[in-house]
């Protein structure tokens, strides 16, 4: 360190052997939030340069994946979410209904046999995920792909530990649900 | 063993089937989850059905890989910033 800051040669290796790594993820979830090559790429881009230009604000042998995915989740949020191909987000409404309707079924469970799902493709799994409303397929992404753990989902999303385990049951519930319906809509009952 | 355990009580299950599946509970915890839901038919078939629903989205969900060209730009991008600085 030199007057608080990290000198270049340690910038440059906390760079490479700690941020570098998450770029498929990094690019993966941009992919999935944007829908599309160019945004993604924008998105990445600009989340490496923030953290280079930031690099003072990061606790070297830390988390870099949960603070390079905040960099990235608030890059998507500041500039993606103003555009005019806003994504759906999930509404109070949405939340409130889907909640009640999730109360009264606590106990019972969504009819998600193996069987049903056995000749879906990978195509037909991603389309649903990426039709769900943004908060949703986020927080899905976050832990069933990236595997992170609520308290790193808390602190990338800004939300409580609770909102993380509450909205990650709806997410995956909806998910079921359209799932289901494509499945049986489809006959994925026969394998294909 | 089933002796140790409390009653079974299906809203334990609906509790903490995620916290297990998402690896959030301690293994010691995780095990006692397992032998009492191996108690009750419903809970032990809703928590295969989770753990597989669970394995299904990691195994079909597309997987992007960033472009070597989108690598070498940010290199470049990062080399310039520091020019600049």
Partial sequence: ????????????????????????????????????????????QETFLK????????????????????????????????????????????????HDTDEEGRLEYLDLRQELFQGMLGDEVTRALNELPVDFKTIILLCDIEEFSYEEIAKIIDIPIGTVRSRLHRARNILKE????????????ENR | MDQQLPKHDCRNFVEKVFLVLDGELPEQERNLFIKDIERCK????????????????????????????????????????????
Wanted: charged letters at 35%; hydrophobic letters at 35%.
């Fill in chain 1, 51 to 98: 953290a280079y230009r930031f690099i003072d604000s990061y606790q070297q042998g830390t988390n870099a994946k949960a603070w390079l995915f905040k960099i990235l989740k608030n890059g998507f949020i500041n500039e993606y979410r103003r555009k005019t191909k806003q994504p759906a987000r999930v509404e109070f409404d949405d939340i409130v209904s889907f």
């Fill in chain 1, 1 to 44: 360190m030199e007057n608080g800051k990290l000198v270049k040669k340690t910038k440059d290796r906390v760079f490479k052997k700690e941020f570098l790594p998450h770029m498929d993820a990094l690019y993966n979830f941009a992919f999935h939030l944007t829908l599309n090559e160019d945004d993604a790429n924008d998105l990445v």
């Fill in chain 1, 178 to 189: 359209k799932l289901r319906d494509y499945a049986q809509k489809e006959g994925f009952k």
């Fill in chain 2, 42 to 85: 419903g809970c032990l078939e809703h928590y295969h059905i989770e753990k597989t629903f669970k394995e299904f989205l990691v195994a079909k969900i597309e997987r992007k890989e960033c472009t070597e060209k989108l690598k070498q730009d940010i290199l470049m991008q990062v080399k310039a910033e520091d020019k600049k600085s």
